[in-house]
Antibody, heavy 122, light 106 residues
Framework: QVQLVQSGAEVKKPGASVKVSCKAS????????MHWVRQAPGQGLEWMGT????????TYAQKFQGRVTMTGDTSTRTVYMELNSLSSEDTAVYYC???????????????WGQGTLVTVSS | AIQMTQSPSSLSASVGDRVTINCRAS??????LGWYQQKPGRAPKVLIY???NLQSGVPMRFSGSGSGTDFTLTISSLQPEDFATYYC?????????FGQGTKLEI
């Protein structure tokens, strides 16, 4: 079945960086972009950016420009999201979610990874 | 960025009730709207895409409607497992944006 498996929880100090991975299985990896979405504790969902499978064409939310890097590796079917200069406001669960692969599937992010909790604390 | 305004922000209902959740976009978004359900500690799950297409495996008591800027998620007869938080999402234009969520409580 189509599945996204993310890396484990991280604890980081302010100013550090974190890199979260998302490994895909069960579909043709090269045919789908991947979104990254985060959710702070008790808050809503926030889109961070999108990456193509090979990592050549990232699109980032303006809020994270200059601080986020998304990459992809078709050989390992894995995408990565690296966030720099962490502060306590970056404490959140980070999700990867597969984008629509074409055709009529607008508004559909599916499936989602299980989420990776990133805690930023001194 | 397109703003998505959901209402209500919370809703109390009972098993068997019919409930509706609304989402208004700050501009026309064509068909590019989906609805998501999220339970505590879990990733969101898509229920509806393209305004009204039911995701495979989702019960038929869930339905979506609307056009232009105004959209509705309807649950025809609430089941115990439906108590969760619901979000709308537009991806008509970048950045994709979510509504602020509607918490459906017993």
């Amino acid at each position: 079945q189509v599945q996204l498996v993310q890396s484990g929880a991280e604890v980081k100090k302010p100013g550090a960086s974190v890199k979260v991975s998302c490994k895909a299985s069960g579909y043709t990896f090269s045919n789908y972009y991947m979104h990254w979405v985060r959710q702070a504790p008790g808050q809503g969902l926030e889109w961070m950016g999108t990456i193509d499978p090979s990592g050549d064409f990232p699109t980032y939310a303006q809020k994270f420009q200059g601080r986020v890097t998304m990459t992809g590796d078709t050989s390992t079917r894995t995408v990565y999201m690296e966030l720099n200069s962490l502060s306590s406001e970056d404490t959140a669960v980070y999700y990867c979610a597969r984008a629509c692969g074409g055709g009529s599937c607008y508004g559909r992010f599916d499936p989602w990874g299980q989420g990776t909790l990133v805690t930023v604390s001194s | 960025a397109i703003q998505m305004t959901q209402s209500p922000s919370s809703l109390s209902a009972s098993v068997g009730d019919r409930v509706t959740i609304n989402c208004r976009a700050s501009q026309v978004i064509r068909n590019d709207l989906g609805w998501y359900q999220q339970k505590p500690g879990r990733a969101p799950k898509v229920l509806i895409y393209d305004i009204s297409n039911l995701q495979s495996g989702v019960p038929m008591r869930f339905s979506g409607s609307g056009s232009g800027t105004d959209f509705t998620l309807t649950i025809s007869s609430l089941q115990p497992e439906d108590f969760a938080t619901y979000y709308c999402l537009q991806d008509y234009s970048y950045p994709p944006t979510f509504g602020q969520g509607t918490k459906l409580e017993i």
